[in-house]
């Protein structure tokens, strides 16, 4: 993946048109557990305790362990996840969507976002409640 590499350096060096592919899943999933810190401090409080504690390990920083393993926590947390009140929702739509749109400017890829969405709308597909 490449989540954590500065958008301004993905801009200005990265390639464009040569790489096809870059992970940047746990961007998103960060995202939303930042939102949760204001949104929802007890379930991003109970998420994080979850995390540590089942795969925390001697020497290795809690915040490294989050951030990788707090995938592993939308399973055990997978109702309170769906659940959402619609404030929460609506600051992490708010949030993905413009951070959505730095991410297509630095790559690149503002004419396949506008083909994804263009298929989306002909599609009539529901991509959120």
């Known amino acids: 993946g490449i989540t954590g590499t500065p958008l301004p350096l993905i801009a200005t060096k990265f390639p464009k048109g040569k790489i096809i592919k870059g992970n940047v899943g746990t961007f998103w999933m960060l995202l939303v557990w930042d939102i949760l810190k204001v949104f929802k401090p007890e379930l991003y409080e109970k998420i ?13 920083p809690e ?9 592993y926590a939308i399973k055990q947390f997978f ?5 959402l009140d619609e404030d929460t929702r609506m600051a992490i739509r ?36």
């Not at 994080?48 to 290795?60: A, S």
């Not at 690149?108 to 709308?121: E, N």
Request: glycine residues 4%; hydrophobic residues 40%.
């Open 94 to 129: 708010a949030k993905a969507y413009a951070e959505s749109l730095i991410f297509f400017k630095a790559f690149g890829m503002k004419q396949t976002a506008k083909r994804v969405y263009d298929f989306i709308v002909k599609n009539d597909i529901k991509y959120y409640e």
């Open 79 to 83: 109702y309170d996840l769906e659940n």
């Open 63 to 71: 915040a490294e362990v989050f951030a990788k393993s707090s995938k």
């Open 48 to 60: 994080y305790r979850w995390t540590i504690e089942n795969y925390g390990k001697e020497g290795v």
